[in-house]
């Protein structure tokens, strides 16, 4: 069965700063997916960026960025520029290529933006 | 992009009385959806896999004659907390991860989430 670890409950950052949250997970698959989400204090999950892992180059997407080490399976989201609106509990989700498609969450980390 | 709808978004009902949650794709078809249910600053755990047409499948320790799941379309499926008590009061969430009709394999789709739903039971 497939782990994802959050090692970090709750963290907070100054805004316009940038902020590393880790995710950590455990599979003997070499093919899966990755996900960041997001849930905001309206509670509604929303996607943040998302990784093949049979892709080598890190996803981006706007101020979001990941560092994913396959190798450590080690998938932390980068936050640049950090705005009040990012102010969630961020979750990393695993979900293998088959089946279901369901996801494994891991226990959430949540961000505080500070101005 | 993909829409999912839960409805409705906040229900308060008596011990004893069941509540039905709805959750329905809205612009696109959905073989398989997700109830989770969720306490205030945890993670999402998973209750069942609701697929449609079949018997949903349950996570161990969910009690399925508590949680009745029915997926009787492919855009819409519902859960029913019966015989409700205090201690079922919490946030559910759905979710569906499309997926084109007839491919078997997941792919980097990510699932899609309904705005939730808060229950609370007295």
């Known amino acids: 069965a497939q782990t994802v670890t959050q090692s970090q409950p709750e963290m907070s950052v100054q805004e316009a700063e940038t902020v590393t949250l880790s995710c950590t997970y455990d599979t003997s698959e070499n093919n899966y997916y990755l996900f960041w989400y997001k849930q905001p204090p309206s509670r509604q999950m929303i996607l943040v960026i998302r990784?093949?892992?049979?892709k080598q180059q890190n996803a981006t997407e706007n101020r979001f960025s990941v560092n994913f080490q396959k190798a450590a399976k080690s998938f932390s989201l980068k936050i640049s520029d950090s705005q009040l609106g990012d102010t969630a509990m961020y979750f990393c989700a695993f979900t293998l290529p088959w089946g279901t498609g369901k996801s494994t969450f891991g226990d959430g980390t949540t961000l505080t933006v500070k101005p | 992009g993909a829409v999912v709808s839960q409805h409705p978004s906040r229900v308060i009902c008596k011990s004893g009385t069941s509540v039905k949650i709805e959750c329905r794709s809205l612009?696109?078809?959905?073989?398989?959806m997700f109830w989770y249910r969720q306490f205030p600053k945890q993670s999402l755990m998973l209750m069942a896999t609701s697929n449609e047409g079949s018997k949903a499948t349950y996570e161990q320790g969910v009690e399925k004659d508590k949680f009745l799941i029915n997926h009787a379309s492919l855009t819409l499926s519902t859960l029913t907390v019966t015989s409700a008590h205090p201690e079922d009061s919490s946030f559910y969430i759905c979710?569906?991860?499309?997926?084109?009709?007839?491919?078997?394999?997941?792919?980097?789709?990510?699932?899609?989430f309904g705005n939730g739903t808060r229950l609370t039971v007295t």
């Open positions: 612009d696109f078809q959905a073989t398989t």
């Open positions: 979710s569906a991860r499309w997926r084109p009709s007839g491919q078997i394999e997941v792919d980097n789709s990510p699932l899609h």
């Open positions: 990784q093949e892992a049979y």
